[in-house]
């Protein structure tokens, strides 16, 4: 996978959805997804699976979340997994994988559960500092996080439970990620062998390969 | 293989049919061949040509649309029981069957998952490749308590079947002399890690009648030159075996049995004949050959053979048989002792415990070693002092944790992410895999009116665990826990869980072997007692489940059964 971080993707991967959602309305969605054999365009119909830019503001509503909800959520993913020497969960799009795994793979009340979460941060941003979530400055998103994250403050432990589950959504996506599995991780598709012990020390990354079991 | 080896249509009387193309057909169909047996196989499902059509092998996460998972709407309108398999993800979906074409029921109060995997290869694509064989003691299991009839063969009946197909399909595993878990014709094992080694020696000192083994699997660890010779190669530990392996580095009638099935020139297969019964001649007390009904476009056709081997898996055997009705036999082929459907049994996997090592921080695996650590059955020999009957096996393993345990841990950005970079704590578990009793009121019965979509009669399950059972589990958590404490691990927790059978997916028994005709339907050959001419030779025919894993005894079972044919054959009396 390319790291492209030429700003006209964002525009091009616009005119793939168009195009892909026209295409649908001509001949179906199964058909069209047959037929768009491609993987740059085939992929858009769900959501960018390529990071097209750095900063991959969304640009439309989600198949779960509103744009405003995924925006919020994309911040959240910067903050829960930032950039560091490697790209974090925002710039791989962490946030588009969680609306489009959450539409097709989980239960309505999972998805229910996942938006109240974030109305619930914008409630409590409110509260506290009479601004949007997304409009408070880095130490303020991040102390708002934590306190939900252990539950403290203006957060219960029933809310900490469903932050929990944010996170886990955020690390699937980025640890399954090209970036997350085998740039912050080490990804072996095929090890070779078995060995039982090989030298390891406090900062060598862990596996990202993991078979089919993830 | 060359395409003219599928045929449709077919008026040949053949040697010899076989139902199924999974582990027990592939193995039937390689031993006809190669005795000069034209032989026809025949597969409810499509074709899956080895390599070409493992279409979710070795793709990287990130190139699935779901990153692994399966969408919620295909699994909830084809896949709502083939889902609960450990091994069913989006690389592996389509060797799993169509739940909407493949309805079955439960009786009331009860649960039964039956995991399908309709194409050619069967679950021989799918299995967990644990290879054990079975040992005297598990031959005379049923004899020394009375549960379930008793065995008509011994382990000296078996041994050098064993040994036959071990050395052709590749068998890793170390030579630990147990007595009741006897050695066989082995590759190299997979290595131990450094906690297993520690805790293997640790266990020894503190609980010598309990050993602690490397697992015995079907891949090749150091391939032979007959492995090599069939395009089959090292393991390279990759774990996406269900995906299929272009490697052919773990058996599966693909890279296995049919190649040298095929290589014969005598093998032919039907694909996509779904088999609705067999043809049964009163007058010369034979079957005649097969009835199937085509899995596209539900046409019906026949085929015809000398001798029939019904290798279609446990279940599917037996509804075959059910379905096979006649003047002579009413309630189902070759059932005059009518036992036909009962004794279904599983395994048991409703415990386990786990605990954290200590230390190895600065040791780390690599590779992705396709089988774990075994604590073969200790309670092989009957103890009445006990408070249930048989055993179970504890398997698992070690391994350091990574971002799926450590992703849990409180904490966000620039630390948290490189907590989760690291590798975690080392961690080592077993669960259990029980023995379920052989028990008459434990069946599958073919529904009154329902039928699935080739007309053929739905199953219906009535089995459940018993006493016996939950017993069993509730001591192996306390074993597995005292254990683990006893060897030093730290936070030490075990569970007993109240799973329903058929997930373990070695469902044996319904058509089980045995002395009497009036108690079972096969002989010591696997051989009808009814009709000389008809052969089960997969799960069904087990009198008891006993603890090892059920493939490589199926394997072992209808090599026998092929070779005793073959001469019955030779000798005229067939």
Redo the contacts between chains.
Sequence with gaps: MKQNQDEDNTVNDESRRNFFRGLTMLVGSTAATVLLTSNSISVAMAYSLQPTSLLNAPVFDGKVFSLLQLKKLQKICAIVIPQTDTLGAAEVNTHGFIDNQLFHCYENSEQEQMKALLTLIERVSNQQFSSSFTALNSKQQFDLLTDLDLGQNNFNAKQRTDFKVLKRLICFGYYTSEVGASKELRYLAVPGGYKGSIPYKKTDASWGSQGLFY | MTENIYINKSEEVYDAIVIGSGISGGWAAKEFCERGLKTLMIERGRVVEHRKDYTGE?K???EQ?????????LVEQQYSIQKQCY?F?D??KHFFGNDRDLPYTTAKNTNFTWIRANQLGGKSLLWHRQSYRLGEFDFQANKSDGYGNDWPIRYKDIDKWYSHVETHAGISGALDNLENLPNGEFLPP?????P??SIKKKLAELYPQRPLVMGRTAHLTKPTEMHLSQGRV??????????GCSYGAYFSTQSSTLPAAAETNNLHIAPNSVVHSLIYDEVSNRIKGVRVIDNDDLSEREYFAKVVFVCASTISTTQILMNSISKKFPNGIANSSGVLGHYLMDHNYNANASGDIEGY?????????PTGMMMPNFYYKPDSKRNFLRGYALAGGAY?E???ST??Q?????D???K?????KWRFGLYAQGEMLPRFENLMSLHPTLKDKWGIPQVEFDCRFSENETDMMIDAAEQAEKMLKAIGLQNVTSSVSHGTPGLAIHEVGTARMGIDPKTSILNAYNQSHDIPNLFVTDGSSFCSSAVQNPSLTIMALTVRAVDYCVKEMNAKRL
């Excluded at chain 2, 997979?190 to 450094?194: C, K, T």
């Excluded at chain 2, 409180?410 to 620039?414: E, H, K, M, S, W």
């Excluded at chain 2, 989760?420 to 975690?424: I, P, S, V």
Aim: hydrophobic share 25%; with cysteine; charged share 35%.
């Design positions: 070795n990287t996460p990130w649309p779901f990153r692994t998972k399966v969408d919620n709407l091994a993800t690389a592996t997979f290595e131990m890690n450094s297993e080694k090292q393991c390279q530990t990759r774990n996406e075996c269900q995906a921080e600065d040791e780390y695996e690599k590779g992705r070693r350091r990574g971002w799926q992703q849990h409180d904490g966000l950005g620039v948290y992410k490189k989760l970079k690291e590798a975690g």
